[in-house]
């Protein structure tokens, strides 16, 4: 497994923008699959975008409030990092903020939270005025 660790959180202003990152130690990153995920109070965590681990696949969940069209999620093998920037922040971006990975070097998107096995302990997105 890989030991995973978030960054970049804080308290930002709504229509703010943010970069997540998820530094990867113990194993070739470029060889695992990685999704965030957020978790709000009260609410299951639930997907907020993945990118395969090979072939540069990219998801952004759909739900109504989703950060689809308004974040970018990349990764830098070299620096064992993926990033999510997200951009035009709504107080219901509010959560905490989880990557994710499991190994898989082909271009599938996990999209399940029983999908993956290695977990950071999150990072605290807070959006408000």
């Known amino acids: 497994q890989v030991q995973l660790a978030e960054s970049g959180g804080g308290l930002v202003q709504p229509g703010g923008s943010l970069i997540l990152s998820c530094a990867a130690s113990?194993?070739?990153?470029?060889?695992?699959?990685v999704g965030w995920f957020r978790q709000a109070p009260g609410k299951e965590r639930e997907l907020v975008a993945a990118v395969s681990g090979s072939a540069g696949s990219t998801h952004f969940a759909d739900s109504a409030d989703s950060v689809k069209g308004r974040s970018t999620i990349s990764r830098d093998n070299a620096k064992n990092t993926v990033y999510l920037h997200m951009n035009s922040l709504k107080p219901e971006d509010t959560a905490v903020y989880y990557c994710a990975a499991r190994s898989s070097v082909s271009s599938r998107i996990y999209y399940s939270v029983r999908d993956y096995d290695s977990w950071g302990q999150g990072t605290q997105v807070t959006v408000s005025s």
């Open positions: 113990g194993s070739t990153f470029g060889r695992y699959a």
